[in-house]
C-alpha cells in the first residue's frame, strides 16, 4: 500500500520560503509510471494544484504559482520537496502531496498524504 | 484555461435515494475527467477516473458518465458514509494543468 506523509513546518512568517517534504512509502518516487504533485487547500475552500515532478527531475507548475515555486526530488530518499517563496497570508492552506497517475492526456490522483496545515503569519 | 463548474453548491438528501452531481467544463476535455470525495479533515480520495472508470475499491453505487463538456456524479443509493463534499478535476497536457470544480457538498436531509 503507498503511504505518502507531508512534514515540514505549520507557521511561516510572511515574505519568507514554505518549505515541505513528501515522504513515499509502499511505492518509489523512481517509478516511471508516475508524477508526484503538490496541491493545496485554502481553509474552507477548494483544490489548486501546485505543480509536480518526474523522478528524472522535470518538472511542471501551475502558471499562477510558477514565478515563486520550486520542486524537487530525492531518490534516495524517496522523498519530493515544495519550496514557495514570497509567502503572504494568502498562502495559507493544507498542502497536499499526491501520487500523480494516468495516461498522456488523461491525470488524476490516486494516493494523497494527509496533509499538513501551513499558516503564513508574522 | 478550463474552467470547472460544479452544481449544485449544495445537495440535500435523504440516506437510499439517489444522489446526481454535475461538473461543466468550459470547453472540451473529452473523457478526461475525474472525481473525488473529501470528508472532513481527510484528504480528497479518487472514485472515478476517465470519467465513467471506477478507482480501486470504490462501491459499485458510484458512477460517472458524461464527455466534452457535461459531466455526471450519481450515487445510487446513499450510505451515511457517503456525506462529503465531491469534486470533479480535468487535466489538460498542454500547457500542462489540473484543474479543481469548485466542489459539490452533499448533505443529509
Known amino acids: 500500500q503507498v503511504q505518502l506523509q507531508e512534514s515540514g513546518p505549520g507557521l511561516v512568517k510572511p515574505s519568507e520560503t514554505l518549505s515541505l517534504t513528501c515522504t513515499v512509502s509502499?511505492?518509489?518516487?523512481?517509478?516511471?509510471?508516475?508524477?508526484w504533485s503538490w496541491i493545496r487547500q485554502p481553509p474552507g475552500k477548494g483544490l489548486e494544484w501546485i505543480g509536480y515532478?518526474?523522478?528524472?527531475?522535470?518538472?511542471n507548475y501551475n502558471p499562477s504559482l510558477k514565478s515563486r515555486v520550486t520542486i524537487s526530488v530525492d531518490t534516495s530518499k524517496n522523498q519530493f520537496s515544495l519550496k514557495l517563496s514570497s509567502v503572504t497570508a494568502a498562502d495559507t492552506a493544507v498542502y497536499y502531496c499526491?501520487?500523480?497517475?494516468?495516461?498522456?492526456?488523461?491525470?488524476?490522483?490516486?494516493?494523497w498524504g494527509q496533509g499538513t496545515l501551513v499558516t503564513v503569519s508574522s | 484555461e478550463i474552467v470547472m463548474t460544479q452544481s449544485p453548491a449544495t445537495l440535500s438528501v435523504s440516506p437510499g435515494e439517489r444522489a446526481t452531481l454535475s461538473c461543466r467544463a468550459s470547453?472540451?476535455?473529452?473523457?478526461?475527467l475525474a472525481w473525488y470525495q473529501q470528508k472532513p479533515g481527510q484528504a480528497p480520495r479518487l472514485l472515478i477516473y476517465?470519467?465513467?472508470t471506477r478507482a480501486t475499491g470504490i462501491p459499485a453505487r458510484f458512477s460517472g458518465s458524461g464527455s466534452g463538456t457535461e459531466f455526471t456524479l450519481t450515487i445510487s443509493s446513499l450510505q451515511s458514509e457517503d456525506f462529503a463534499v465531491y469534486y470533479c478535476?480535468?487535466?489538460?497536457?498542454?500547457?500542462?494543468?489540473?484543474?479543481f470544480g469548485q466542489g459539490t457538498k452533499l448533505e443529509i436531509k
Open positions: 515532478i518526474y523522478y528524472s527531475g522535470s518538472t
Open positions: 478535476q480535468q487535466y489538460n497536457n498542454w500547457p500542462p494543468l489540473y484543474t
Open positions: 509502499g511505492g518509489s518516487v523512481s517509478s516511471g509510471s508516475y508524477y
Open positions: 470547453q472540451s476535455v473529452s473523457s478526461n
Open positions: 499526491a501520487r500523480d497517475r494516468g495516461t498522456e492526456y488523461d491525470r488524476n490522483f490516486d494516493y
Open positions: 476517465g470519467a465513467s
